[in-house]
């Protein structure tokens, strides 16, 4: 873009009134954890369903001082990664990463970095649907009701279901959880590999979502528990193999298709987890490839 | 009926139900006017009335899914406290609806999640109160489709692919396997081919009386009546004309609409 | 005094000229060429040919720019005018896997045979006006094209049926007969060529608001965007007196492909299923509304239950032509005198009746029960 867009807009591009209405609603969701938390979500520069509730709250908390990673997929270098994290640097000039462990606020879309987050450290959700009961009750009214009452049998008779079906629960991503052993919560559509991450995290993890109006948080060291059945344990996805490129296991990985007759490679869908094995000397079988 | 409350007898002597003085106007029309009765621990009362004669209107009030113009609806919680059902919070009265209470849909359709298995359909109510362990859940799902006569095979077919009848009988056991105290039922014969009809009301005879479970039966057929229930409220225009054993006002109705009614079963 | 209304001709005729000086507007400002629409308004002039379902670029650049930018207006131009052209036939089917890719992107896989190809899109821009554009700079020069023969880019769709992980496309019957909807009246239950047929020239806005309520709970079919590809395909005609197709040119189009909830059972493995999106030029949105509401409207043939509108095919294919909508609604505006009239009377007679018929009420409130039910 040719024209100077960052000047004529104040740091981080909301105005202070804005970031205020919306720190308070931050302070609120953390105060009663998983917890969804209206705040009067504003228009902003990029399609709503793109991260605007992520960036709204980013915006709210970030000050110059701040070190920003943004990852997409858990990929720094994802359109959309790219996108919001030039964002940041034309309103802010604050520093920017793709290091995990230096970035102070790390925003993210579908994934939790592989490396483990550290007090200090705030995870910034982008989140499409935050309420975990929608697709079984369309209405916001009847909703917001069994949140208020506990009423959380529905979501169970979902997992049931999924069993009676396949055999088990045949959630793989979005799989609801329950925060601090009061709110059901989604935890945005990042897959269920990463749902005990969000279990006791030193860091704090914020919640936004822009369309949907609604903020919500998971304070440091919360108990976050996967919804299942004391017969059915809850499970996360699985791998066959290792990291075609750093040979790391117990990672998530990405499926890359090579060719349309089936060759397939599977790569860290944590691209900076990934750099960082192979700078240190890590290699997997195809470890001399350039994804 | 404040008498029968501080009497200290036996549990099962006091009722379970008391129902007094209960209104309902849509605008200025009546819906129900002044009903008042009592019911007692497995105890099946039938409310019969042509359509438009306010029986629907005194379930629904009953259900708590109307609110009455005026009158009380108290029920002996499992503690043994008489509480009034319209002073309890949302989340006390929602607890007790899904627990100690049943109601049974005319149109299964409305009282089941249509595409759901059969198994979730029964054991949602489990669920809500809890359980967490599948197979637990999904026996007593089985027991109970066994106990309403569908074939356990079909414990994860979606009620859509269901009859009628069976629609309805898969109804009755999500209502029942909590073991509730108090089932409200709507015409739950209605829609359904004679044969069917003798069918399910058999097994709910079996069922009542094993359960000793309460049932406020609201029913246009007296045959239906009849079969299930120990006593007969005659309702017209809102309002309660005649009540009584069943045999006895059925085989005896003192006012001339009761007869009118009874003839016209008769003739058929 | 009162003068009864007279000389409606005269009116409309000075309306029309007031039109056609509004439309033109200040006489100082040079007027807007055809080619400037069709060069730098080009997503508007695809909306006008999509819905108004004839692919003429400078057809549809002129009705804008006489319709003065209300597209709905411009696409019942290039409607009226489509209806006036002759027929030869019927196109071979497009070939979109041999597509010359101007924009190609997959959401289901990071990297894929024929890449990941961005294209021209404001999908990554920030939307920030950019106030250069208010002067004539110069235009900003094209990024350098690579000069190697692009690789093949197979369907998405295609690699998922390799591993039997999607439903096949039902093949046609050999002598099965496409419907046209411009040829047939619709009638329910419609087919899904049909079906697409009238998404295709459908109400972006209202595909749009149908696609985004199955997002949101109202009909979910949990989409994946398989792909959206935009450029170029050849259009070829099968020509009797050759007895083989010749090729008539190259159209650009945008399709989608969206790869959706799976479905299976105990009679069968699960398979993802799918909901398809084509429109003329380059529209994405409307690729992918259609390929939502595709898959919604297949909810009978999943043997599911209907309960939402996306669903419903009588409401969404009976309400989605917007030159049908907008000519109804907007009828509203004609003279409806005589209909009003009627209704006058009736209202005051009724008022009349409830007046009187309150007046005794009034005086005896504990009549109620008896002059109810």
Sequence with gaps: ?291 | MSAALLAPEADDDRPLLTVSGLTKYYGERPGCLDVGFDLHPGEVLAIVGESGSGKSTLLSLLACRLAPTRGTIRYRMRNGAMRDVMSLTEAERRLLMRTDWGFVHQDAAQGLRMRVSAGANVGERLMALGQRHYGDIRAQAKDWLQRVEIDTDRIDDPPRSFSGGMRQRLQIARNLVTAPRLVLMDEPTGGLDVSVQARLLDLLRGLVADLGLAVVIVTHDLAVARLVSHRLMVMRQGSVIETGLTDQVLDDPREPYTQLLVSSVLQV | MYVAVKGGEKAIDNAHRLLASTRRGDPAVPAIGVDQIDGQLGIAVARVMAEGSLYDRRIAALAIKQARGDLIEAIFLVRAYRTTLPRFGYSQPLDTDAMFIARRISATYKDLPGGQVLGPTFDYTHRLIDFALETDADAPEAPAESNEQPAPAPHVTALLDGEGLIERNPAPAVDAVVGDLTREPLSFPADRDLRLQNLARGDEGFLLALGYSTQRGFGRTHPFVGEVRFGEVEVEFFAEELGFAVPLGRIEVTECEMVTQFRGGAGAPPQFTRGYGLVFGQSERKAMSMALVDRALRTREFGEDIDAPAQDEEFVLSHSDNVQATGFVEHLKLPHYVDFQAELGLIRTLRAEHAARRAPDAAEPAERREAAE
């Design chain 1, 1 to 291: 873009m040719n024209a100077p867009a960052a000047s004529g807009y104040n740091f981080a591009y909301l105005d202070e009134q804005t970031k205020r209405m919306i720190r308070r609603a931050i302070l609120k969701a953390i105060a009663i954890p998983g917890y969804q938390v209206p705040f009067a979500s504003r228009e902003m520069p990029m399609p709503y369903g793109w991260g605007t509730g992520g960036v709204q709250v980013t915006a709210s908390i970030i000050g110059e001082d701040d070190v920003l990673k943004v990852i997409d997929q858990g990929s720094d270098d994802t359109t959309n990664a790219v996108s919001i994290r030039k964002f940041f640097e034309k309103t802010t000039g604050v520093a920017t990463t793709t290091a995990t462990g230096e970035a102070t606020i790390i925003q993210t879309r579908h994934r939790i970095p592989e490396a483990p987050l550290t007090e200090g450290q705030v995870l910034v959700y982008q989140v499409p649907i935050p309420e975990p009961l929608r697709f079984l009750e369309p209405r916001e009214t009847e909703t917001r009701t069994m949140h208020a009452l506990e009423e959380y049998g529905l979501m169970h008779v979902k997992l049931y279901e999924d069993i009676a079906r396949h055999g088990h629960i045949a959630t793989s991503y979005d799989y609801p959880v329950m925060v601090a052993g009061r709110y059901l919560m989604d935890p945005s559509p990042t897959p269920k590999f990463d749902n005990p991450k969000m279990h006791r995290s030193a860091a704090l993890q914020l919640f936004g979502a822009g369309r949907e109006k609604r903020i919500y948080a998971i304070p440091p060291y919360t108990d976050v528990v996967s919804l299942d059945f004391e017969d059915h344990p809850f499970e996360v996805n699985r791998f066959d193999t290792p990291c075609a490129l750093c040979g790391a296991s117990g990672v998530y990985l990405d499926e890359v298709v090579l060719d349309d007759r089936g060759r397939r490679m599977f790569v860290c869908s944590d691209t900076d987890h990934c750099e960082t094995r192979r700078a240190d000397g890590h290699r997997g079988a195809d470890g001399d490839a350039t994804p």
